[in-house]
């Protein structure tokens, strides 16, 4: 892909955003699903370490996978993982469910970055993979800095209405 595309520019750029938010807003939760399951710190810690973990699990099959299948295909099977993960969390909540959850959610996340930055460089071009890298790691950061604040204001408006 010679020209650039800059609507696909936008939607991995979108897909940057979503990919910290996700990831950035799990600090927040982690102390409310303590309190939520009464759980110590020793058995918190294993939240985070379900998501994290899933990144070193599924990065080079992720890669295997697209070459096998196709960008877009990895990318809809990553969405659908982690909105698999979630909606299992809302539905069925536990500390074990939160686990798996976390890990799907993970799996889901890791697969979406292995996609999005070589499709980065071909959609900007290899002339300008530079400067649309920094761009991306500035929306992720905007997203990473959002996400807690969206948080804490959602649960500020739950507990003055309740």
Known sequence: MKNKSPL?????????????FLTNI????????????????????????????????MSVPAGILIEKYSEKTVMIAAFMLAFIGALTFALLPGFAVALISLFLIGIGMAMLQVVINPLL???GGEENFAFYSVLAQLVFGLASFLSPQLYSYLVKKKK???
């Open 8 to 20: 696909l520019i936008a939607l991995i750029m979108l897909i940057f955003f979503v990919i910290s």
């Open 26 to 57: 799990l600090g927040p939760l982690i102390p409310d699903i303590i309190k939520s399951f009464k759980l110590g710190i020793g058995l918190a810690g294993f939240l985070p370490f379900s998501f994290f973990v899933a990144y070193g699990f």
């Open 160 to 162: 003055k209405n309740d």
């Open 121 to 123: 460089r071909q959609s």
